[in-house]
């Protein structure tokens, strides 16, 4: 089945590079400036896996979109988040502001993830055909993508940045009747541990 870029939106979160800014518990440890440089690479190849995607690309930065980067050649839309809102909140604002543009089919995903794919995006895509909600689990509890029909209710209450996230999302689905489907499970790259997992991102390389 063809995608159609009229009915599917990939929503993008992701954040300028700056020292301090970004991959925080790396630069703990490996120094902020070596976190950029891992965060580069990471959106690098997240820009990779979805330019081929046949959807409307929108991005949503951590703070004002900058005058031109790497996903102006990309995305159809270019967007600023709101920095004083929680995680929950500005992700249900990306999903309305798409569904309330007509999109069936809402998908979004960070930029941490080394192991996300084309092929997995696009499963995701076809999936939601099919279920009202997608989730690609994260190893660590959380979630790297969501998938949506409806702008349904899924971030309040949710402990973000924990292990509880992905089970108090299950949890709000089962109790709302939404058949789910479970993507692979996949590893973020979030502290220097994980660079022995994914050498290719390591600062030094």
Avoid at 163 to 191: C, F, N, S, Y
Wanted: with cysteine; charged share 25%.
């Amino acid at each position: 089945m063809s995608l159609s870029a009229a009915s599917d939106t990939l929503l993008i979160f992701v954040k300028t590079p700056r020292p301090g800014a970004v991959k925080t518990r790396l630069g703990k440890t490996l120094g902020h400036e070596n976190a950029v440089v891992v965060y580069q690479k990471l959106l690098a190849h997240t820009a990779k896996v979805v330019k081929p995607l046949p959807v409307e690309k929108v991005v949503w930065y951590g703070n004002q979109p900058p005058h031109s980067d790497r996903w102006v050649a990309i995305a159809h839309q270019r967007k600023a988040q709101n920095p004083e809102a929680s995680l929950g909140t500005r992700m249900a604002k990306a999903f309305k502001t798409a569904f309330d543009q007509g999109r069936q089919r809402v998908v979004i995903i960070g930029s941490d993830c080394p192991e996300l794919s084309s092929a997995l995006l696009k499963e995701a895509f076809t999936e939601l055909k099919r279920h009202p909600v997608v989730i690609g689990p994260a190893a660590d509890g959380g979630y790297y993508l969501l998938g949506m029909q409806k702008p349904y209710p899924l971030f309040e209450n949710i402990d973000w940045s924990t292990d509880k996230v992905l089970r108090q999302t299950q949890a709000k689905t089962q109790e709302l009747g939404l058949k789910t489907h479970l993507l692979p499970t996949l590893h973020d790259l979030d502290h220097e541990k994980d660079l022995a997992k994914f050498p290719a991102y390591d600062p030094s390389n």
